[in-house]
């Protein structure tokens, strides 16, 4: 059983085709556009809407990177903030050593208003104007209670008051 030149010209034409649209495969995708352009208005509008989307996904990426670069500079200056002004044991004595001692007169005592500027409920530490105090603190005249995330409780002796952050 042997082939005739036909059949085996017939048999072979398939894989020729195949090889030569492999080969120039890139040049009958340039030109099979000019041949179907409802196709080219079609595959336009799919890359349009694929790249709206890959840019959507780029300025998202962009946003995410500036929040996450935010956060490390606010974790900075936490821990700054802990380092450097809120009350350690270790420094201590340093600290009231460089502090100035200001006597105060009992009418400035009475009439002193208090402000609350950092709470850091953790180490149960606050700043209160401008002095770090802790629980049982006594300042101007006014004793530290207690120092939660809300505020810090004060007692004056007519009474006890809250302290708290924006108010």
Known sequence: MYLN????????????????????SSEIVQNISYFFSPYENYSN???NSKADIYL???EKSKKYL????????RKANAEWIVKNMLYNKENSTQIHAQKEIIQVDE??????????????????????????????????GAKVIKINNDGVLIEYQKG????????
């Open 107 to 140: 009418v400035t005592k009475e009439s002193f208003v208090h402000k609350l500027e950092i709470i850091y409920p953790k180490a149960k530490v606050a700043l209160v104007n401008g002095k770090i105090v802790h629980e049982g603190t006594i300042i101007d």
């Open 66 to 73: 500036e929040i996450q670069n935010k956060l490390e500079l």
């Open 45 to 47: 509008k799919t890359l």
């Open 56 to 58: 959507k996904i780029e």
């Open 5 to 24: 030149s036909k059949q085996f010209l017939a048999l072979l034409f398939p894989f020729v085709v195949a090889v030569i649209i492999y080969v120039f």
């Open 160 to 167: 006890v008051k809250w302290l708290t952050l924006f108010r």
